[in-house]
């Protein structure tokens, strides 16, 4: 979920939307309820490693519970979420990143998924359009459902990525789900950004919303400083999780 910070006219740097705001708006409730039950095959993308966790995590327990084929597909390492850190090099960001994720994907059930990382440049898949395009092209065929970050998300890695499922499923026949990540900041109810008729719910039982918030709590190095440095801050303080403590997680169709 690694955070754009270099400009103060990022929508994602500035103030964001307090999720009581979301609770109290009748028009998130009033969408329409997704069903998992006919899905045999999915592959979930992500920009960064802890994305498909906090916008699809419980939807990845569901899934995983039912026994359907699954392949996960990280583009980036997510190395470049403390880009001033002088308590981890990117090197070692990275390492931690890819082993806090693993630990997520076992906290899910979902440690059976074949998982699939791109080792592509954090804040860079801009530049890596063409080769994301292709890499993702390979990974969905031969399923049935791609779910990816919303490509309206305003973060450019979550972009990229939503960019290039949106080509591949066009192409290969899947259907396409877009899970939003940095929207619930920046975005707010009504906000006339947000394609709502394409919006729909998924319930989440009690046991896969535990799962869920134990597989964000593997993500340390995002949700817990990294020291005590401004530039250690976490990436995911308890106002930004708040909007994934929800029993319900948003798809766009």
Sequence with gaps: MN???DTVLDPIAAPGT???AWQEWDGLRSLPALSLADIDSAVVLA?????????FGGGLALLAARGVRLRIVVATD?????PHSRTRTA?????VR????????AALGAAHAEVLRLGLPDSGLDDRG???????????RGFELCVAPWSGDMHPDHESVGRAARRACAAGGLVLW???????HWAAPADERVPWERAALLELPDWAWVRKQEAVACHRSQILPLGPAPEDAPILPAAELSHFRRRRELVLR
């Design 178 to 184: 877009q899970y939003p990540v940095w929207m619930w």
């Design 47 to 55: 920009a960064h490693p802890d994305d498909q966790v906090l916008g």
């Design 3 to 5: 955070q754009d910070t």
């Design 78 to 82: 997510g190395e470049a979420s403390h």
């Design 18 to 20: 307090a999720e009581t």
């Design 91 to 95: 090197a070692r960001l990275a390492e």
């Design 130 to 140: 063409g080769l994301l395009a292709a890499r993702v092209a390979e990974a969905v």
């Design 98 to 105: 890819r082993a806090e994720d693993a630990s997520a994907l």
